[in-house]
Structures are given as structure tokens and as C-alpha cells.
């Protein structure tokens, strides 16, 4: 009886070990993933930045009026597609770029 008691007492100590390390080991895991996230620094992931707006462009007399194909929001308006771009890079600085149906864009007379 006493050899019985013994053994369930080292096997419930060594279980006890056994999950504490294991707890232990993906407490650690989990802070060092929420760091990386917290760093912006998964492994092998870079984020996705989409530069380009679909634009849908109109003419209407002279002027040209630009807008997105997305929401229909008005992006710029000219009479030259120099006009366009100036006001386009005013407005964005640069960091998107404007894709417009360069057939559609020939038709009315813009390229």
C-alpha cells in the first residue's frame, strides 16, 4: 500500500512538472508572437499596400473630370492629362497611381 502511495505521489509530481514547463513554454511563444505583431514584423509577411486607384475618366466640353471606379468619388478634373497629373500629384503627393482605361481614355481624346 505504501509502494502504491508513493508511486501516485512521484507521478503526480512529475505531471505537475510536466504541464507547468508546458504552460510555461507557450506563455513564452504567445508574448514573443504579440511582440512580432506588435513590431509589424511577422516572419516573411510584408504589408500590402495597393498604390493604384481605378479611375473612370468623363468629358464633358473641354474639361475632363476624373473619378473613382471604386466609390465614384471625384478625384480631378483638366483639360490635358498634364493638368490631371498635377492635381493628382498635388493631391497624393505621389504615392498612388491613377490606372484609367487608356482605350476609353483615346476614344474622348484625353491620350
Not at 502504491?4 to 512529475?14: K, N, Q, V, Y
Amino acid at each position: 500500500m505504501f509502494d502504491l502511495l508513493i508511486s501516485f505521489f512521484i507521478g503526480l509530481i512529475i505531471y505537475v512538472t510536466a504541464f507547468k514547463a508546458g504552460y510555461n513554454r507557450r506563455k513564452m511563444e504567445t508574448i514573443e508572437i504579440l511582440e512580432s505583431i506588435a513590431e509589424g514584423s511577422l516572419e516573411g509577411e510584408e504589408p500590402e499596400v495597393d498604390n493604384n486607384i481605378l479611375a473612370t475618366v468623363e468629358k464633358h466640353g473641354e474639361i475632363f473630370y476624373l473619378f473613382s471606379s471604386e466609390d465614384d468619388t471625384f478625384l480631378a478634373q483638366g483639360r490635358t492629362w498634364d493638368e490631371i497629373k498635377k492635381v493628382l500629384g498635388d493631391t497624393y503627393g505621389g504615392d498612388k497611381e491613377i490606372v484609367v482605361n487608356t482605350k476609353h481614355a483615346k476614344e474622348i481624346g484625353l491620350l
